[in-house]
Nanobody, 131 residues
Framework: EAHLVESGGGLVQAGGSLRLSCAAS????????IGWFRQAPGKEREGVSC????????HYADSVKGRFTISSDNAKNTVYLQMNSLKPEDTAVYYC????????????????????????WGQGTQVTVSS
């Protein structure tokens, strides 16, 4: 069965770092776009960073630019989100998704264009940043 598995969440103090991983099982990331989204209690889901594995284009939300880095290891079929200088407002459940229709379109993927019914979803991983 094809699915995504996230890992790497946890509790960290403000200013600290975490690295999230999103591993694909049962399918390949090669021709997909992969997106990291987050949702905090009482808030709408937010696109954090998205990468297109077809051309390497990347988009970051303004709120994480300069602090977060997305990368893809095709050999491991895994996408990473390195999160540095974490702030309490980064606290949320982080989800990775993957979708073929957004390949080459990371901006539109992250900004929520389209029907948002992505091909693959992970189960989510909690990130909590204490002040």
């Amino acid at each position: 069965e094809a699915h995504l598995v996230e890992s790497g969440g946890g509790l960290v103090q403000a200013g600290g770092s975490l690295r999230l991983s999103c591993a694909a099982s049962g399918f390949s990331f090669d021709d997909l776009a992969i997106g990291w989204f987050r949702q905090a209690p009482g808030k709408e889901r937010e696109g954090v960073s998205c990468i297109s594995n077809t051309d390497g284009t990347i988009h970051y939300a303004d709120s994480v630019k300069g602090r977060f880095t997305i990368s893809s290891d095709n050999a491991k079929n895994t996408v990473y989100l390195q999160m540095n200088s974490l702030k309490p407002e980064d606290t949320a459940v982080y989800y990775c998704t993957a979708d073929r229709q957004y390949a080459g379109l990371p901006y539109y993927y992250c900004e929520g264009y389209g029907d948002r019914r992505y091909d693959y979803w992970g189960q989510g991983t909690q990130v909590t940043v204490s002040s």
